[in-house]
């Protein structure tokens, strides 16, 4: 089912970020293997797990540093590559309103407080590519505006 896969999914990120200087890599790949399958329900699932295991880490860090310390939080951000990968379920299963909102989240003006990264030309192909397929053509001109505000 969607949430044995998920649940699976999450063993594994839990295993590899368990401790100081999370790895991201093998959380990318298990989405990665979720988008090929396209189960977006379950790759949105983990995508989320991953966002507030980031967060627990970067709030840690935070509780740990000592005035001196010039190390960055920044290091536990979930890479882009995750977020394209939940989009990239979510293309696959045909799912336009699941990629819109991955990318509400990664546009809002909240992202980067919330410590999400900014999108790239992938994220806006993926999310465009859904929309052009599942939404209406403005939907589509929506994120090739907001492609074109990003650069």
């Given amino acids: 089912s969607i949430h044995d896969d998920a649940n699976d999914e999450m063993r ?3 295993f590899c970020c368990g401790g100081w200087g999370c790895r991201w890599g093998p959380a990318v790949d298990s989405l990665s293997s979720l988008a090929e399958s396209g189960q977006w329900h379950a790759a949105l699932e983990v995508l989320s797990k991953a ?3 980031a967060v627990l ?3 840690t860090e935070k509780k740990n540093a000592t005035d001196d310390d010039s190390s960055s939080s920044s290091q536990n951000l979930l890479p882009i590559e995750a977020y394209n990968e939940a989009l990239r379920a979510c293309s696959r299963a045909g799912e336009w309103r699941a990629a819109r909102s991955v990318l ?3 546009t809002s003006t909240t992202a980067k407080r919330d410590s999400r990264p900014s999108p790239n030309a992938e994220t806006f192909a993926l999310t ?3 929309a052009a397929r599942r ?3 403005k939907d589509a001109r929506l994120v090739l505006d ?5 650069g």
Avoid at 146 to 150: C, D, G, I, K, T
């Fill in 104 to 106: 509400r989240k990664l």
């Fill in 128 to 130: 465009g590519a859904v």
């Fill in 146 to 150: 907001q492609a074109r505000l990003y």
């Fill in 57 to 59: 880490q970067q709030q």
């Fill in 51 to 53: 966002e507030q295991t």
């Fill in 12 to 14: 594994l990120l839990l």
């Fill in 135 to 137: 939404g209406t053509p």
